[in-house]
């Protein structure tokens, strides 16, 4: 017998700091580099997004067959809330990832959820035709930050099963301090923190929780929901014993970081 075996493709993973839901309807150095990411990337099986704005007290995931896309914002022009992404979900990925990570356990969301901003606002540009199904995974409030790394390493072997794994949220995300006049530049103190993540995130991640010691951590990171995503990225990093490398990085009204990255 000779020849060996074909090895399966190893899907990327990202985080993306997706920033304000305009994003979903503006041309921007970020939204050019998701689109470039999204035609660069093997056809995914699926696509699995652990965003921010799914931030509840239960670890589930979404297992409808036809996911609704939710528009959780207000005060935006009316051209975004006119925005869809009808992609189809996948039901039985749900019980595969319940299996993937076992002894953690996960439930299944049939009716509740769908396809929130801080996930459509990205797809729309990388996966523009929404023909790849989308699965969404819940923060638990509940759970430490180290079980949030930990679930991520969990999550890596999904990546030879064809599915894409994204990290949805803002590295630094202080809404609080945001200021209109800085709509291109950040302050002092997030881009010491955004470095001091880059360092890790490119070299070290499995030491993302250095992160928690760094100084200006309770102005970058004042609640944890945009920040977790990350973790998952960098679990998933861990994992794989791969540094992560920079898709994007900038700023915007001086407290957001939207600094992205890929993992091959």
Same mark, same amino acid.
């Given at each position: 017998?000779?020849?060996? =075996?074909e090895?399966?493709?190893?899907?990327?993973?990202?985080?993306?700091?997706?920033?304000?839901?305009?994003?979903?309807?503006?041309?921007?150095q970020?939204?050019a580099?998701?689109?470039?990411?999204?035609?660069?990337?093997p056809?995914p099986?699926?696509?699995?997004?652990?965003?921010?704005?799914?931030?509840?007290?239960a670890?589930?995931?979404?297992?409808? *067959?036809?996911?609704?896309?939710?528009?959780?914002?207000? /005060?935006?022009p009316?051209?975004?809330?006119?925005?869809?992404?009808?992609?189809? /979900?996948?039901?039985?990925?749900?019980?595969?990832i319940?299996?993937?990570?076992?002894?953690?356990?996960?439930?299944?969301?049939?009716?509740?959820?769908g396809?929130d901003h801080?996930?459509?606002?990205?797809?729309?540009?990388?996966?523009?035709? *929404?023909?790849i199904?989308?699965?969404?995974?819940s923060?638990n *409030?509940?759970?430490?930050?180290?079980?949030h790394v930990?679930?991520?390493a969990?999550?890596?072997? @999904?990546?030879?099963r064809?599915? @894409?794994?994204? /990290?949805?949220g803002?590295?630094?995300?202080?809404?609080?301090a945001?200021?209109?006049?800085?709509?291109?530049?950040?302050f002092d103190?997030?881009?010491?923190?955004?470095?001091?993540?880059?360092?890790?995130?490119t =070299?070290?991640?499995?030491?993302?929780?250095?992160?928690r010691?760094?100084?200006?951590?309770a102005? *970058?990171?004042?609640?944890?929901?945009?920040f977790? %995503?990350? @973790?998952?990225?960098a679990?998933?990093?861990?994992? =794989?014993?791969? %540094?992560a490398?920079?898709?994007?990085? &900038?700023?915007?009204? &001086?407290?957001?970081?939207m600094?992205?990255?890929?993992v091959?």
């Amino acid at each position: 017998m000779t020849g060996s =075996a074909e090895l399966p493709t190893i899907m990327p993973a990202a985080f993306i700091g997706h920033g304000s839901p305009m994003n979903a309807v503006e041309r921007n150095q970020y939204t050019a580099a998701w689109t470039e990411f999204g035609q660069s990337v093997p056809r995914p099986r699926a696509i699995l997004v652990v965003s921010a704005h799914w931030y509840i007290n239960a670890t589930a995931v979404t297992a409808m *067959a036809h996911p609704r896309t939710i528009h959780d914002f207000y /005060g935006f022009p009316q051209e975004l809330f006119d925005v869809q992404y009808p992609a189809p /979900g996948l039901p039985e990925l749900a019980d595969e990832i319940a299996e993937t990570v076992k002894p953690t356990w996960i439930g299944s969301d049939r009716d509740s959820w769908g396809i929130d901003h801080g996930t459509w606002s990205v797809l729309v540009h990388a996966f523009p035709d *929404a023909s790849i199904p989308v699965v969404q995974l819940s923060i638990n *409030a509940e759970k430490p930050l180290e079980e949030h790394v930990a679930l991520g390493a969990q999550l890596a072997e @999904l990546r030879s099963r064809g599915v @894409l794994i994204v /990290g949805s949220g803002n590295i630094v995300h202080n809404l609080r301090a945001m200021n209109a006049r800085l709509p291109d530049s950040g302050f002092d103190w997030a881009t010491r923190f955004d470095d001091a993540a880059a360092d890790l995130l490119t =070299a070290a991640p499995a030491d993302i929780l250095r992160l928690r010691e760094h100084p200006d951590f309770a102005a *970058a990171a004042p609640t944890p929901d945009h920040f977790i %995503p990350m @973790l998952y990225f960098a679990g998933l990093c861990a994992a =794989a014993d791969t %540094p992560a490398h920079v898709l994007v990085d &900038g700023y915007t009204y &001086g407290s957001l970081s939207m600094t992205s990255y890929v993992v091959n």
